[in-house]
């Protein structure tokens, strides 16, 4: 079968521009991606990045700041999205609510940076709230924009965010016949957080047509955590024989939403942003994310969960004691690595994996 | 000699090399401090180990286990320790190890495979790094420090875990007066109490046994039996668990 | 709640109340007949010290008991209670015991028993200090009342969202959330109303699990209370405006214990009232807190309650002491917005403005103006590495602090776990640092 070709960061950028579109920089982790394509913005998300290291930050924030926003602020710093129309800057935790306050009173980028309030349930209220801050945001996307929210573009784009929901679920669940190493699985995957939806679905599309009837041997794994940064985490995955059958990533597996239906394309975005599977970052019960995760192995045929975290990440440890607890009580192995972003990966963690792996065998 | 089975720890202080019988005893073993130039030294002691025990399959592990030439596999000395105590022992249970770079601590099942595991975070704290670090601060050689806590008559605690912090809090120490021997114990104590949490993380199995080369520091287990309340067995060449237990996986 | 609970609380609160009024009327003699220590660089300490001993230990007695006969929450130390205390509420702070363990030198013990349990270290100590608590169960209070509601409010940190998660899953008990989305500038309305309907709902779980409803005259009764503690609260802390200031803000985190865990409560108001008179009688007669007062500071961020007495003692080595913090200021400055009249509404708007919801340029703004009302020569910014939301920001106001004139430290530690805390490092910085104030 012919390699599929995946189009990088910089190629989309340029497409974007080349056809007069603007781009929107976005850091994790739920973002109004349709909201921000109805303007003609074009969302790319800021992970990290790991390339950017986290020194420039060091003057703005303590060492024990997560690497996700000191890279992320060193990327600003180093002008990284100077050509950006505006940075949205989620709340999703209290080191990225820092960040947008910092970019906000001291920092000041060129471009207009656009925080917004993310609530923590899914509660009526909760939706009720989000509604009124989505459209907030949209009354500051169209100053910059230079125009005025166009409902049924939205409609459109959300329609179109949840065909790329379906594709991706889809990428995953037949991800032993697709015919990719757990790095290139992770590329495409991924390759969403800049990707039009339909140049994703387009993408899922290509590779679920070429893939083939074997499927691939591996110990079956899930991966949970953040983002599988640095990527040598999956090269590490792949040498140790591990195959990543189900994901938990807050990156991936926790941003494929339910399809929604209302009258009002804002209240759809919004209760969009709060319809995806469990996650830390929402404050989701413990209950429910052991039962979540409980679930994909079962579905995927997982046999351990590998909970891959970026160190200082409050959100993820809180969680990570109940939910091995709840995990190894359903007979999954756990295992819990902690890194920086911007680090090779230590020897440690690969020992680590390759132990779990030898352990799972 | 006929060697059945050859294991190589390349370990990032020490590469320990062994040979078994296809009966799993051990005939040969090799001991000697890690070069820089790891990838010639490995190649050289896995000839140097069929010169003299006999060709026979190699498994390697350690930290730099892929550089071993001519190994049949790479296996983590997490698997490999937890082989090599669980037939010195001959039981399942919790193996210590506590090596230069990183501690771990396994919890080991009735057949001798892995069942769960913990590693110490980055840092040296709770590991051989962390007594090296600040037995040089004290103009030490690590060999004679756990005999000389034992001997300490007084304890003084150090309150840091971790190496860097653990150096200054010695120097002020020292400032102030305190008995080396003192130092040294509460030194000891720190490291093990850093352990003992790590064992206590995964769940008390017993027995607890040591392996890796700081075990052969006598403090290390006296005062790990004391902070968990139970007994810790040694076994009698702690080094050479991981190189043995790689050896007794080349069986398989 | 049986008869035997009822009677264990009444005859357990009813001896230990009395035991500690003794306790109390034995310390205030003391205090009055004890020879001033003439060595000390600080003054006697406040004559109504014991009084908040017995205040703050009968709060913990009566906890003890609590759960047998009464409704026990837990809350977060931001939370808007006054309708909990309307219902009957028992309130456990969960943030203070761990302070309380702090202060005991209790929190490192604490904080391992919750990494045994797999938590990392590089949570929160507050909440390690909680959980190995409850976990290990051991307090140095003696036994902590089981909650029958959880009520979380974000305006302090997220932290607490997922602690709370913790506890939720623990007891098995209803966790009421309030919601407080940060404020990067102001307030929107959209957001007022979003605390508010989420007030609404958090009274109609607290009445179910009290099993009656909440009355209304009580709500504005206790309302009221909270305003009037308040505002003593703030009128205490400007005192400190005086030269030289006759309370510091070392005094001040020992003395914020009632405002904090029991704000509503007439006895919060009466002990106020009296902190009051005696800071007054201070200012007459020319007493500062500190004998020889030369250098005045601000203190950003929580105390660092294993080293308070240690941190005091070497500033006043230097003839420094605080004169105020960002801290005990946030459990004032909100006053005006408290309305009886209206309590659901203002809540809403007082519980969504703490300074720790509100950006990094409005604590830089925070900051400044304390220093100016304070007279102050200097900031100390601690780098609190269990405090994101808190520290994050620092760097910058520092800067800016530093160019506006107003020379500033950042102080590396952690408010509860003592590891992460440099002694020798620390002393060193604080002596540089008040070497190269000019006074």
């Known amino acids: 079968m012919a390699p599929i070709s995946i189009p990088g960061r910089r190629e989309a950028i340029e497409d974007q521009r080349a056809a007069g579109g603007g781009l929107a920089a976005v ?181 679920l047509e070429a893939r083939g009837e074997m499927e691939a041997a591996g110990v079956p794994v899930l991966l949970s955590g ?78 351990g969960v590998i909970f891959f975290d970026v160190k200082f990440c409050e959100p993820e440890l809180f969680y990570l004691p109940r939910l091995q607890a709840g995990l190894r009580e359903a007979g999954l192995a756990c295992l819990a690595c902690e890194v920086d972003l911007a680090d090779a990966l230590p020897d440690q963690i690969l020992t680590r994996l390759e132990a779990f792996v030898e352990m799972l065998s | 000699m006929n060697a059945a089975g050859i294991g190589v720890d390349a370990g990032s202080t ?92 396994i919890s080991v099942g009735a057949d001798g495979s892995v069942r769960n595991f913990a590693m110490n975070d980055k840092c040296a704290a709770g590991t051989g790094r962390f007594l090296e670090v600040t037995a040089a601060r004290l103009r030490l050689a690590v060999e004679e420090i756990g005999a000389m806590a034992l001997a300490a008559a007084e304890e003084v605690p150090i309150s840091s875990t971790c190496a860097v912090f653990a150096e200054s809090e010695i120097v002020s120490l020292i400032a102030r007066g305190a008995a080396l021997e003192a130092i040294v114990r509460g030194l000891h104590r720190s490291l093990v109490a850093r352990l003992a949490s790590l064992v206590r993380s995964l769940g008390i199995v017993e027995p607890v046994a040591l392996s890796g080369g700081v075990a052969r520091n006598p403090a290390i287990a006296a005062f790990l039996a004391e902070a968990l309340g139970c007994e810790v067995k040694l076994p009698e060449a702690p080094q050479l668990m991981g190189a043995y237990g790689a050896a007794l996986l080349a069986l398989d | 709640m049986s008869i035997e609970g009822a009677l264990r609380y009444y005859l357990g609160t009813g001896i230990g109340k009395g035991v500690l009024r003794f306790e109390r009327l034995r310390n205030e003699w003391r205090l009055r007949h004890r020879a001033p220590k003439t060595s000390s660089p600080f003054s006697p300490p406040l004559s109504t010290s014991p009084w908040l001993k017995e205040l703050i230990s009968r709060h913990y007695l ?192 020992i003395h914020m214990g009632p405002i904090v865990e029991m704000r509503g409560d007439r006895a919060t108001v009466d002990y106020y009232r009296a902190l009051l008179a005696t800071l007054d009688l201070r200012i007459a007669r020319g007493t500062g807190a500190l004998k020889q007062e030369r250098i005045r500071l601000i203190w950003d961020n929580l105390p660092i309650w294993y080293r308070m ?51 990094t340029g409005h604590k830089l703004d925070t900051i400044q103006r304390l220093a100016t009302d304070y007279a102050a020569h200097g900031v100390i910014l601690h780098s609190d590495r269990s405090c994101k939301p808190y520290s994050v920001g620092q760097m910058d106001q520092r800067e800016r602090l530093s160019a506006r004139g107003i020379p500033a430290l950042l102080l590396e530690a952690d408010h509860n776990d003592p590891r992460a805390f440099a002694d020798e490092q620390a002393e060193n910085r604080i002596q540089a640092f008040l070497e190269m104030i000019p006074s």
């Not at chain 2, 001519?70 to 249970?93: D, K, P």
């Not at chain 3, 230097?318 to 809540?347: C, F, K, Q």
Request: proline share 6%; net charge neutral.
């Open chain 1, 27 to 207: 850091f994790p982790v739920h973002n109004p991606r349709a909201l921000l394509r109805s303007f003609g913005l074009l969302p790319v998300e800021v992970w990290g990045p790991p390339s950017a290291r986290g020194d420039r930050a060091a003057a703005h924030l303590q060492a024990y700041t997560c690497s996700l926003v000191r890279c992320g602020l060193s990327f600003v710093l180093a002008g990284g999205l100077d050509r950006a129309d505006c940075i949205v800057v989620p709340h999703a935790c209290d080191s990225l609510q820092g960040l947008g306050s910092l970019l906000l009173d001291f920092v000041k980028p060129s471009p207009p940076v656009l925080p917004y309030y993310l609530p923590r349930g899914e509660r009526d209220v909760d939706r009720a709230y989000l509604t009124a801050e989505i459209e907030s945001l949209a009354e500051r996307l169209a100053r910059i924009a230079g125009r005025e929210l166009d409902r049924a573009e939205l409609h459109a784009r959300l329609d179109r965010e949840e065909q790329a929901d379906r594709a991706a679920a889809a990428l995953i669940d037949d991800r032993r016949r697709l015919g990719l190493s757990n790095r290139r699985l992770y590329e495409l995957l991924r390759s969403r957080e800049y990707l039009p939806a339909e140049r994703f679905c387009a993408l899922a599309d290509s590779a």
């Open chain 3, 62 to 253: 009566t906890g003890r008991y609590a759960d047998a006969h009464r409704k026990v929450a837990w809350v977060t130390s931001g939370a808007p209670v006054e309708f909990l205390k309307a219902l009957g509420y028992y309130l456990l702070y969960p943030e203070n015991h761990g302070a309380v363990c702090g202060i005991r030198r209790r929190g490192e013990e604490l904080c391992q028993a919750a990494e045994e349990a797999g938590y990392s270290r590089d949570i929160c100590s507050y909440a390690r200090t909680d959980l190995g608590s409850l976990l290990s169960g051991r307090t140095p209070v003696g036994r902590l009342p089981k909650p029958d509601l959880l009520l979380c409010c974000t305006n302090i940190c997220q932290t607490v969202l997922f602690w709370y998660r913790v506890l939720a899953a623990h007891f098995r008990v209803p966790l009421v959330i309030i919601d407080t989305p940060f404020i990067y500038s102001t307030a929107p309305a959209h957001a007022v109303d979003f605390v508010q309907r989420q007030l609404e709902l958090g009274v109609e779980t607290a009445e179910r699990v009290a099993g009656r409803s909440i009355d209304p005259a009580e709500l504005e009764r206790v309302t009221r209370r909270s305003r009037e503690a308040v505002e003593l609260w703030m009128r205490v802390l400007e005192r400190a405006r005086h030269v030289p200031a006759p309370i510091t803000a070392f005094d001040e985190f």
């Open chain 1, 226 to 303: 953040l983002v599988p940064e640095p990527a040598s985490v999956l090269d590490a995955l792949d040498a140790a024989g591990a195959c990543v059958v189900a994901d938990d990533m807050a990156c991936a597996g926790r941003r494929i939403y339910r399809a929604c239906a209302f009258d009002d394309p804002l209240e759809r975005q919004a209760a969009r942003l709060l319809s995806g599977p469990p996650d830390s970052t929402r404050d989701c019960s413990m209950g429910a994310r052991v039962a979540h995760l409980c679930e994909l192995a079962e579905r995927s045929g997982a046999r």
């Open chain 3, 309 to 359: 007495r240690g941190l005091s003692e070497l500033l006043a080595r230097h003839g420094a002491t605080l004169v105020a913090s960002t801290y005990t200021n946030a459990w004032g400055e909100l006053a005006a917005l408290i309305d009886p009249s209206d309590p659901m509404r203002s809540a809403a708007r007082v519980y969504l403005h703490p300074i720790l919801n509100r950006g």
């Open chain 2, 14 to 105: 020490v590469v320990k090399a062994c040979a078994v019988t296809a009966a799993g005893s051990r005939i040969w073993q090799h001991v000697e401090l890690t070069e820089p130039r790891l990838e010639e030294q490995a190649r050289r002691i896995a000839a140097l180990a069929r010169e003299q025990a006999g060709a026979a399959p190699l498994v390697a592990t350690g930290y730099g286990r892929k550089l071993v030439a001519g190994a049949e596999r790479a296996i983590t000395e997490i698997t490999c320790h937890a082989r090599g105590v669980f037939a010195e022992l001959g039981s399942g249970g919790t193996v210590v190890d506590i090596g230069g770079q990183d501690s771990k601590v």
